[in-house]
């Protein structure tokens, strides 16, 4: 296996508490995310699966270098992520981008959609004209299932699944080899996370992308995932192919993440 | 089993810029004491605003028709006609509601057990201080709060996600209602927390005898908690049957799609339902859902069809039944 991505002994703390209402207790820390190595195959999912508070989301920002990790080393397509500077590290940024799980949040409420999605085009390519980045953003708006007529609205006329499918295209439109995508589907209804879960699956087999994607949801990941990590308080407690994890699962914590699915009645 | 909660051609509009759009459209439903409805439906399916219906919580202006029968003890209400001040009698007292933030219903600067015992309090104004206590603490324990005494001295912030869960539980239960309503209780919580959630649910239901009415998204979660399961589209039920029925053997298009396109831990089995939810502002004549259904044949759009008989104690809104 080709790893496009290697993350070696990566480390995150905070301090606990901590703010305005905080009484004392400064110094003690929480540790996030605890010496976790691993790697990345192109074009593979590597999916991250564990409840709230395992440190999965600092682990996809990390890996964007979102977060600076306090310990370790990322490298990126053979380069040392943590050590870029700027020209080094804005042309690794083109080539990883990341999909939110909240598409009302993360994208600009006064911006049109064209201009959202046309965004990245405007910040990596600034030989492109306003006409080429309009054409190129109509092109991928096409590819994610939306027609040219949405590129002058603004995201609140959309729908969840359509704004999602607004921040899928304007993560691909950099052409990037790697896509981190955090809960990409748990705040859109059942009908449409699966429309969004099937879109991703074929934009990766056209576009040879590698995802890292991040869920807490088992049935979900089992849909996309060639690898699964399961994680717990900071660290990997199981790692495996798909297949192995959700049908042979070793560790007894993935059992137990397995047995709570609420499952449908047989037909 | 007597009928708990009976409602009958119930429907909920509401003004907006665009003119009424009814979210909720002619729902009919009865929950029986004891009993347990799951109510399935996605976003705009009009589930929640048929709740707050239930609870005379509708936002100022809501025009409702139809009708509502809540049956307790000998007592009959018609709940659409109830003043404000009987209301106050009925929430809490005759029918209770969870949320899927329990900070919705916890007061943070409050500690738990005088929450609890305010909820008593309004019920029950003539109970004695300490007699108000020990029940409020008895609300904790029967919720599976360990340790209740404690926990009834501590604030809201002080406790973990599903103990919140549970001290909203003991608060909707600890006036004693026949009706909890439960919208989307679990939805935030992790899926171990929501096992031991939909068990201690369950537990109060049978010990209880109370009639539960769950609204979620969730096919798999209805499928533990509800003997009896109704979907909603677009403001309507367009299904209605025993829940091994309507999720073994189901007859509308729009249910059969939900259950393809719910993820399992099998893979490739998925399949999206085409298109999305039409707006309230836009319905399109006739069934709400042909636009995005695969079956359509041209009498889809003449009429709204009425719910035809799929079987013993089954029914589905779909002219191929």
Redesign the interface.
């Given at each position: 296996m080709e790893a496009i991505l290697s993350a070696r002994g990566l480390r995150k703390t905070y301090r606990r508490g901590g703010g305005v209402f905080s009484q004392g207790s400064d110094g003690a820390r929480f540790t996030a995310v605890d010496d976790l190595s691993f790697e990345v195959a192109r074009g593979e999912t590597f999916a991250i699966v564990g409840?709230?508070g395992c440190g999965k989301t600092t682990v996809a920002r990390m890996l964007l270098r979102l977060i600076e990790p306090d310990a370790g080393q990322i490298y990126f397509a053979g380069e040392n992520l943590l050590a870029a500077r700027s020209v080094a590290l804005r042309s690794l940024r083109r080539q990883m981008q990341m999909i939110f799980q909240d598409p009302f949040a993360s994208l600009n409420p006064r911006m049109r959609v064209g201009e959202i999605v046309a965004e990245p085009l405007a910040i990596h390519e600034p030989g492109l004209t306003a006409r080429g980045r309009r054409n190129t953003a109509v092109l991928m708006l096409a590819r994610v299932g939306l027609g040219a007529e949405v590129l002058d609205r603004y995201p609140h006329e959309f729908?969840?699944?359509?704004r999602q499918r607004i921040g899928i295209a304007r993560a691909l439109i950099l052409k990037p080899k790697l896509i981190v995508a955090d809960e990409p589907v748990s705040a859109l209804?059942?009908?449409?996370?699966?429309?969004v879960?099937?879109l991703l699956l074929e934009l990766q087999h056209e576009f040879a992308l590698t995802y890292v994607f991040i869920s807490?949801?088992?049935?979900?990941v089992?849909?996309i995932a060639t690898r699964i990590a399961v994680m717990r308080a900071g660290r990997f407690l199981e790692i495996g192919a798909?297949e192995e994890v959700?049908?042979h699962p070793r560790h007894d914590y993935t059992r137990?993440?397995?047995?709570?699915?609420?499952?449908?009645?047989?037909? | 089993m007597s009928d708990l909660l009976e409602a009958h051609g119930l429907s909920v509009e509401l003004p907006t810029p665009a003119g009424w759009v009814r979210p909720v459209s002619e729902v009919s439903l009865r929950i029986a004491e004891g009993e347990s409805l799951g109510l399935v439906g996605?976003?705009g399916s009009g589930k929640t605003m048929l709740s707050l219906g239930l609870m005379g919580l509708l936002p100022p202006g809501a025009r409702v028709s139809g009708e509502a029968t809540l049956e307790t003890g000998g007592s009959r209400r018609r709940l659409m006609a109830l003043s404000e001040s009987e209301w106050r009698a009925v929430r809490g007292g005759e029918i209770a509601m969870i949320f899927q933030e329990p900070m919705t219903s916890l007061n943070p600067v409050m500690r738990i057990g005088a929450q609890i015992e305010e909820a008593i309090r309004v019920h029950q104004p003539k109970l004695a201080a300490s007699e108000v206590k020990r029940k409020a603490i008895d609300a904790l324990q029967r919720a599976a709060v360990p340790e209740p005494a404690v926990r009834a001295q501590q604030f809201p912030h002080q406790l973990s996600?599903g103990l919140r869960q549970r001290a909203m539980i003991a608060m909707a239960l600890a006036a004693g209602p026949r009706l909890l309503i439960a919208d989307e209780p679990t939805t935030a919580l992790?899926?171990?927390m929501?096992?031991q959630i939909?068990a201690l649910l369950d537990r109060l239901r049978r010990d209880l005898k109370l009639g539960l009415l769950f609204i979620t998204?969730?096919?798999?979660?209805v499928?533990?908690v509800a003997e009896r399961v109704a979907v909603m589209y677009a403001g309507r039920i367009i299904e209605e049957g025993s829940?091994?029925d309507v999720?073994?053997?189901p007859k509308h298009p729009y249910t059969q799609?939900?259950?393809k396109?719910?993820?399992?831990?099998?893979?490739?089995a998925?399949?999206?339902?085409?298109g999305?939810?039409p707006q309230l502002t836009a319905l399109p004549p006739g069934c709400a859902f042909e636009p995005r259904c695969e079956f359509r044949r041209s009498e889809c759009t003449a009429a709204v069809p009425a719910l035809r008989a799929a079987g013993e104690n089954h029914q589905a809104r779909c002219v191929l039944v």
């Open positions: 409840e709230s729908s969840g699944g359509q209804d059942v009908s449409v996370g699966a429309q879960l099937l807490h949801s088992l049935p979900v089992a849909q798909a959700l049908h137990e993440l397995l047995a709570a699915v609420p499952a449908l009645p047989r037909t | 996605e976003s996600g992790d899926v171990t929501q096992k939909l998204h969730d096919l798999g979660v499928a533990q829940a091994r999720l073994t053997k799609g939900l259950l396109a719910s993820p399992t831990l099998k893979r490739g998925l399949t999206p339902i085409p999305i939810v």
